[in-house]
Protein backbone atom coordinates (compact mmCIF):
# COMPACT_ATOMS: atom_id res chain seq x y z
CA UNK A 1 0.00 0.00 0.00
CA UNK A 2 2.69 2.20 1.08
CA UNK A 3 4.36 1.92 -2.76
CA UNK A 4 1.97 3.12 -4.65
CA UNK A 5 0.86 5.85 -2.66
CA UNK A 6 4.83 7.00 -3.05
CA UNK A 7 4.48 6.30 -6.33
CA UNK A 8 1.15 8.77 -6.80
CA UNK A 9 2.91 11.15 -4.00
CA UNK A 10 5.92 12.03 -6.27
CA UNK A 11 4.39 11.57 -9.77
CA UNK A 12 2.16 14.47 -8.09
CA UNK A 13 4.78 16.27 -6.68
CA UNK A 14 6.51 16.12 -10.26
CA UNK A 15 3.74 17.53 -12.29
CA UNK A 16 2.79 20.11 -9.74
CA UNK A 17 6.41 21.38 -9.25
CA UNK A 18 7.14 21.49 -13.05
CA UNK A 19 4.13 23.70 -12.87
CA UNK A 20 5.22 25.70 -10.41
CA UNK A 21 8.58 26.11 -12.17
CA UNK A 22 7.36 27.12 -15.64
CA UNK A 23 5.46 29.76 -14.08
CA UNK A 24 8.71 31.34 -11.48
CA UNK A 25 10.92 30.60 -14.39
CA UNK A 26 8.33 33.86 -16.29
CA UNK A 27 7.85 35.28 -13.02
CA UNK A 28 10.55 38.36 -11.77
CA UNK A 29 13.49 36.68 -9.86
CA UNK A 30 12.24 36.66 -6.23
CA UNK A 31 15.23 36.47 -3.42
CA UNK A 32 16.52 32.89 -2.06
CA UNK A 33 14.02 33.53 1.23
CA UNK A 34 10.90 34.05 -1.25
CA UNK A 35 11.58 30.80 -3.24
CA UNK A 36 12.25 29.14 -0.04
CA UNK A 37 8.80 29.78 1.09
CA UNK A 38 7.07 29.40 -2.10
CA UNK A 39 8.50 25.73 -1.91
CA UNK A 40 7.53 25.16 1.56
CA UNK A 41 4.19 26.42 1.33
CA UNK A 42 4.48 24.20 -1.82
CA UNK A 43 5.42 21.54 0.07
CA UNK A 44 2.41 22.00 2.44
CA UNK A 45 -0.03 22.34 -0.11
CA UNK A 46 0.88 18.81 -1.59
CA UNK A 47 0.75 17.06 2.33
CA UNK A 48 -2.57 18.94 2.98
CA UNK A 49 -3.96 17.07 -0.76
CA UNK A 50 -2.72 14.15 0.85
CA UNK A 51 -4.15 14.53 3.99
CA UNK A 52 -7.24 15.01 3.15
CA UNK A 53 -7.49 11.79 1.04
CA UNK A 54 -6.60 9.74 4.08
CA UNK A 55 -9.01 11.71 6.46
CA UNK A 56 -11.80 11.43 4.02
CA UNK A 57 -11.30 7.66 3.99
CA UNK A 58 -11.11 7.48 7.37
CA UNK A 59 -15.07 6.84 7.75
CA UNK A 60 -17.65 8.65 9.32
CA UNK A 61 -17.85 7.41 12.95
CA UNK A 62 -15.69 9.14 16.06
CA UNK A 63 -14.82 12.83 15.94
CA UNK A 64 -14.53 13.73 12.47
CA UNK A 65 -17.30 11.90 11.18
CA UNK A 66 -20.14 13.04 9.20
CA UNK A 67 -21.49 16.11 11.92
CA UNK A 68 -23.17 17.77 8.61
CA UNK A 69 -20.98 20.91 7.61
CA UNK A 70 -19.27 21.55 10.93
CA UNK A 71 -17.68 17.87 11.07
CA UNK A 72 -16.33 19.10 7.27
CA UNK A 73 -15.48 22.17 7.98
CA UNK A 74 -13.33 20.87 11.15
CA UNK A 75 -11.73 17.81 9.66
CA UNK A 76 -10.83 20.74 6.90
CA UNK A 77 -9.12 22.95 9.38
CA UNK A 78 -7.12 19.77 11.45
CA UNK A 79 -6.18 18.50 8.07
CA UNK A 80 -4.38 22.19 6.76
CA UNK A 81 -2.69 22.36 10.09
CA UNK A 82 -1.15 18.65 10.07
CA UNK A 83 0.45 19.77 6.55
CA UNK A 84 1.52 22.88 7.70
CA UNK A 85 3.29 21.12 10.77
CA UNK A 86 4.87 18.27 9.04
CA UNK A 87 6.01 20.96 6.29
CA UNK A 88 7.54 22.90 9.26
CA UNK A 89 9.34 20.20 11.08
CA UNK A 90 10.58 19.33 7.29
CA UNK A 91 8.00 17.31 5.79
CA UNK A 92 8.95 14.96 3.20
CA UNK A 93 11.80 16.60 1.47
CA UNK A 94 9.52 17.87 -1.46
CA UNK A 95 10.35 21.56 -0.39
CA UNK A 96 14.26 21.22 -0.45
CA UNK A 97 13.85 19.85 -4.18
CA UNK A 98 11.65 22.33 -5.21
CA UNK A 99 13.56 24.82 -3.88
CA UNK A 100 17.24 23.56 -5.77
CA UNK A 101 14.99 23.33 -8.88
CA UNK A 102 13.74 27.03 -8.82
CA UNK A 103 17.25 28.38 -8.22
CA UNK A 104 18.11 26.53 -11.38
CA UNK A 105 15.60 27.77 -13.39
CA UNK A 106 16.82 31.41 -11.69
CA UNK A 107 20.45 30.53 -13.01
CA UNK A 108 19.07 29.52 -16.45
CA UNK A 109 16.98 32.50 -17.37
CA UNK A 110 19.62 34.98 -16.18
CA UNK A 111 22.60 33.14 -18.11
CA UNK A 112 20.45 32.73 -21.35
CA UNK A 113 19.59 36.40 -21.14
CA UNK A 114 21.30 39.20 -23.39
Known amino acids: MAAPLAGLALSTAVGLAKNLLG ?3 DAV ?3 AAKAKK ?9 LEQMLE ?3 ASAGEEGPLGENGTGGEVYRSML ?3 YA ?3 AKAGGVGIADQVY ?4 KLQENAHASRP
Open 23 to 25: QAA
Open 29 to 31: QPS
Open 38 to 46: AAQEFEAMF
Open 53 to 55: RVF
Open 79 to 81: VKE
Open 84 to 86: GGL
Open 100 to 103: REML
